[in-house]
């Protein structure tokens, strides 16, 4: 075992022990049937706890998005008395861990606002999803030590491996019909400053699918990276 699998192999050990889940989009843990499934639950929902729910019990459909093959992620993390962000998402790249903090906000909540004169300004909900990944960052930068640290064997950390205020965001809101051609430019401004993408709903079943087709294109279910894993 070379020092890259060696240290992959430590991180997998490390984010199971605190509760995470190991999902590949290449080895196996995709339900066809899921798509379908999560298109019912986001018609009737009112707000994000349906959606909250069914993503826990498929974790897998929220990774595919994010690029790349293996993915540790885990719901409802607590950072301190404060703040519970509705999922963390690692991903080893390059030597690093890199992380991704997710707020679900409804979606049923608009974007922007509805007036003519204001429909460029972000509405509250996402302002709300934005205002919330900066205070996960801020408490983390405030915290990094004790976020890092190891759970277990008298120490008393979160065991979050090198976690950090410099971690992704990613704020899931409202419906992409919802958006007009400037509305979107706006809102990939917005994500460019704030280093947090923002997408709709409908963006993890149109991602899901294109991702899946590629998957069945060139995958056979196996993963390079899985095979230290499973």
């Known amino acids: 075992m070379d020092d890259w699998d060696a240290y992959a192999l430590s991180v997998h050990e490390q984010l199971t022990a605190t509760g995470f889940v190991h999902v590949c989009k290449w080895a196996g843990h995709f339900d066809p049937e899921s798509f379908t ?5 986001l018609s009737a929902a009112e707000d994000e706890k349906p959606i909250q729910k069914f993503l826990e019990e498929n974790p897998w ?21 404060a703040y519970v962000p509705d999922f963390l998402v690692a991903r080893l790249d390059s030597y690093r861990l890199n992380w991704t903090l997710v707020e679900l906000e409804s ?10 004169k204001n429909a460029n300004r972000p509405a509250e909900k996402l302002r709300e999803g934005l205002d919330q990944i900066t205070e ?23 065991g979050l491996v090198e976690i950090g205020d410099w971690a992704n965001g990613l704020v899931v809101i409202g419906r992409r019909s919802e ?19 923002i997408h709709t709903y409908d963006w993890l079943t149109d991602e899901g699918r294109r991702v899946r087709e590629r998957v069945e294109e060139l995958g056979d279910g196996t993963c390079e990276e899985c095979s230290m894993f499973l």
């Not at 979606?107 to 003519?116: G, H, K």
Request: proline fraction near 5%; hydrophobic fraction near 30%; glycine fraction near 8%.
């Open 107 to 116: 979606p049923r909540a608009p974007l922007f606002m509805a007036s003519e």
């Open 179 to 197: 958006m007009t051609t400037a509305q979107r430019r706006t809102r990939d401004q917005l994500a460019h400053e704030s280093r947090t993408n």
């Open 61 to 81: 459909m929220l990774i595919q998005q994010m690029g790349g093959s293996c993915r540790w992620i885990r719901p409802q993390v607590r950072l301190g008395d």
């Open 136 to 158: 996960w960052r801020r408490w983390l930068r405030a915290n990094t030590d004790y976020a890092q640290r190891p759970r277990g064997a008298g120490k008393e950390g979160l």
């Open 37 to 41: 499934k999560y298109e019912e639950v």
